[in-house]
């Protein structure tokens, strides 16, 4: 069967991976860079990944389970380390219950509000719309508690805490399953669609109508130990990790597993056309300015909201408005090339005044600056250039005019970020027409979001074979 994927970002290059190992053809149109933001750009002598990166779920979830499955190798990851905020001093950012009680970040009478309402919470359940402010805005909370409760926001979400929901908050922090908030994304009308079958096989029928009907909180008090432990036991972090040789060896080790996809660099995918000429499999035809390339079924890993403008399937065009609706945030980062390292710990801090995550990648792999140099990545949301070098300078001493190396990226993290009322596309279109990537699934983050949203498109294509056959 021949495949044609629209983008060569982390989604449809492992997209292209199951894919070919399942004997099919494919060709992949990239219209920028393969690799999309899994990629390290060289910049005077350094390695620079798009964006401060950590890879979360390492130990059982889908990038390495799709790596394992039909990767030559798997990239070497380095433990993550720790997460730190910076206020006079660097202060591990509470997760447990036993971190949120002993914490000095916040005063003792927020701690006090903000554990009894995470029980009410975990003991009643809330909806899938509530906001982190909702469950806060009548505590009276101190400013300091507020910015941090803001910043762990825009960490999790690109949004502040009135744009960002709950749930998001909580499976973050591990409080709950990532699996179980799916039923309340993708049925909202409580009617569940039997076709929809890597839910049914992780999650029977059963459970997700109990799930929808209680609260998905409430799949903690009904048994999940694992969860609760989180929420009680300092157990965390040991999931993540940092590929030594930057981002770009996750692509990598992707791009050296493909055999026969051919890969179209530097054409945009500019109208995705049925083929009707065909009775029998009709088919699709991707025109890019200058080619145009046939194929039985379309993998669209590109951003969805711009689907209704390239092609007019009706099952795109009935889904306009909340395509065209979804919402992503923009980010800033800024790289810098230095004689001496103000970060020297494994792991990343964030700042509350002005929402920033902050790592030196060379503490993972020193390979990635030239000898006796380090590699410092600042990631904002919503901030000018001028506005993160000040901020920089001033929380770290770092003297912008000695700099080594300085380097701006302005990106789009996530396709959809997990925000208020998002709209998420569920991968399957129709038989022959998927959608992958960070709009496709609201689990997790980043590269392990696309690949979950992967692992559910090759279930459901794979079942559409079956039922061929
Ligand atoms: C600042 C920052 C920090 C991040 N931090 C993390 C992190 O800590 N952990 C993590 O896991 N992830 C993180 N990410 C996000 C992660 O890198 C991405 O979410 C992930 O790589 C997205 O993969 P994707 O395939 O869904 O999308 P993309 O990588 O965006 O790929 C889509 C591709 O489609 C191409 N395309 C678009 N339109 C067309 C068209 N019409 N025709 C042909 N090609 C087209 C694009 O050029 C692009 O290459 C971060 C990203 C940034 C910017």
Redesign the pocket.
Known sequence: MKIGI???????LLSALALEKMGHDITV????KIG???RSEYVQGYTVD???????MLNDGPLINLLKRYARYIPNFKPYGDYYIRLDKLYNIPVSMQEWTTTSIIPNRDKVLIISRMIDLITSGFSKDTSVYQVIEDMNLSEISLKFLNTICYFLSGEDMRKTPLWRLFTGAGYIPEDDILPFIYYEDLKINPLKTVLFKRINRERIKKILKEGFLHSIKSGSKKYLNKFIKKSRYWTQGYPLGGIQSICNSILYSLDRTEIVQGE??VEIAQYREREENPGYILYTQDNSYYCDVVVY???SR?LPDITDLPEIQERRDRLKGIKFTK?L?VWIGYHENPLPYLGSEIWIDHPCWATCVTNYDKSLAPPGKHLLGF?FVNTKREEALSVIQEKLSIDIDRTHMLHFQE?I???ASCVVGQYFLYPKIREDFYVV??DADPRS??????AYSVQVMLSEFERSQKNKD
């Open positions: 629209v983008g060569g970002g982390t989604s449809g149109i990239e219209k920028n999309g933001l899994c798009i964006g401060v990166h950590a890879i979360t945009e995918v890993s590109a951003p711009y980010s980062t990631s990106c993290p996530e396709q990537g960070t983050m980043g590269i392990t979001r696309a």
